[in-house]
T-cell receptor
Framework: GAVVSQHPSRVICKSGTSVKIECRSL??????MFWYRQFPKQSLMLMAT?????????EQGVEKDKFLINHASLTLSTLTVTSAHPEDSSFYIC?????????FGSGTQLSVL | GQNIDQPTEMTATEGAIVQINCTYQ??????LFWYQQHAGEAPTFLSY????GLEEKGRFSSFLSRSKGYSYLLLKELQMKDSASYLC???????????FGRGTSLIVHP
């Protein structure tokens, strides 16, 4: 299957700082990537759809100024959590489509102190 | 919108068979996925059903009935490593992005 790489796998940061998470499609081009957030024992919640060369589409209730998404190339999308607060602590996962299937990155566990 | 329902937790014995059910209500239907997720890791793809019937892939099989809004994932010859969360995800007719259920936590014990 297709490979999606996500980095870093774990981040611990102080409240008020910004954190950037990278998502790369390694063996295919992805014009669209998706960013999910998952709280413990909860489902994956779609945050936004990242579109190469254009603005991201955010789901209802997700602040676009807080969760900045950039999709500058066909293989890279980044999610920046700006001015992170403890309530932003969560597991963030990116994904991309290939041949009708959704493939996921390894996830980033963000802990904001 | 979509409503996806699956049991929160199931337990089974090593070597046994377990069936995890998923029911859904969607406006249109364009495919159902099953993913496996170990704690702290990203989901991994297990199966994709778009037509009615049973899809078998090794120890795992997935069944779909579109008229009933129902699917199940069947795991045979359970192994301890099968302990994980199993996510049912449905794609409705208007989107290519699936919506995920809460997941079923499967605990396999000796």
């Amino acid at each position: 299957g297709a490979v999606v790489s996500q980095h870093p796998s774990r981040v611990i940061c102080k409240s008020g700082t910004s954190v950037k998470i990278e998502c790369r499609s390694l063996d295919f081009q992805a014009t669209t990537m998706f960013w999910y957030r998952q709280f413990p024992k909860q489902s994956l919640m779609l945050m936004a759809t990242s579109n190469e060369g254009s603005k991201a589409t955010y789901e209802q209730g997700v602040e676009k100024d807080k969760f900045l998404i950039n999709h500058a190339s066909l293989t890279l999308s980044t999610l920046t959590v700006t001015s992170a607060h403890p309530e932003d602590s969560s597991f963030y996962i990116c994904s991309a489509h290939s041949a009708e299937k959704l493939f996921f990155g390894s996830g980033t566990q963000l802990s904001v102190l | 919108g979509q409503n996806i329902d699956q049991p929160t937790e199931m337990t089974a014995t090593e070597g046994a068979i377990v069936q995890i059910n998923c029911t859904y209500q969607t406006s249109g239907f364009n495919g159902l996925f099953w993913y496996q997720q170990h704690a702290g890791e990203a989901p991994t793809f297990l199966s994709y059903n778009v037509l009615d019937g049973l899809e078998e892939k090794g120890r795992f099989s997935s069944f779909l009935s579109r008229s009933k809004g129902y699917s199940y994932l069947l795991l045979k010859e359970l192994q301890m490593k099968d302990s994980a969360s199993y996510l049912c995800a449905v794609r409705d007719g208007g989107s290519y992005i699936p919506t995920f259920g809460r997941g079923t936590s499967l605990i396999v014990h000796p």
